[in-house]
């Protein structure tokens, strides 16, 4: 069973910037891809950032230039930076990764984090 918990959230001003942690309970690279998702009330669950277990990384148009998804493998964390921050990016942030086990695809999430962005 995989572990993921997060960290990082908080109230920001609009322009400001955070960092959200995730911790996982294996190794990182044990994952075919790891990612960032939020859903804000009301909304449906969007992805916001994902890294594959390569290193190639693909964003929501909405945060490009703006969100950097990375993570340490030493250390099993899965980061995700976020700057210029908007109030549309106020939300609840999780952290998903993905395996194979038996081939079967099996799915992770973490708690959740919230991220509040006043204007």
């Known amino acids: 069973q995989v572990q993921l918990v997060e ?6 001003q609009s322009g400001g ?3 959200l942690s995730c911790a996982a309970s294996k190794s990182v690279l044990d994952f075919v891809v790891m990612g960032w ?9 969007e992805a916001v950032a994902v890294i594959t277990h390569g290193g190639n990384t693909n964003y929501a148009d909405s945060v490009k230039g703006r969100f950097t998804v ?3 493998n030493a250390k099993n964390v899965l980061y995700l930076q976020m700057n210029n921050l908007r109030p549309e990016a106020t939300a609840v942030y999780s952290c998903n990764a993905q395996r194979f086990v038996d081939n079967d695809p099996v799915s992770a999430w973490g708690q959740g ?3 509040t962005v006043s204007s």
């Open 70 to 72: 990375s993570r340490d």
């Open 7 to 12: 960290s990082g959230g908080g109230l920001v």
């Open 113 to 115: 984090t919230q991220v």
């Open 37 to 45: 998702y939020r859903q804000a009330p009301g909304n449906k669950r």
């Open 17 to 19: 910037s955070l960092r």
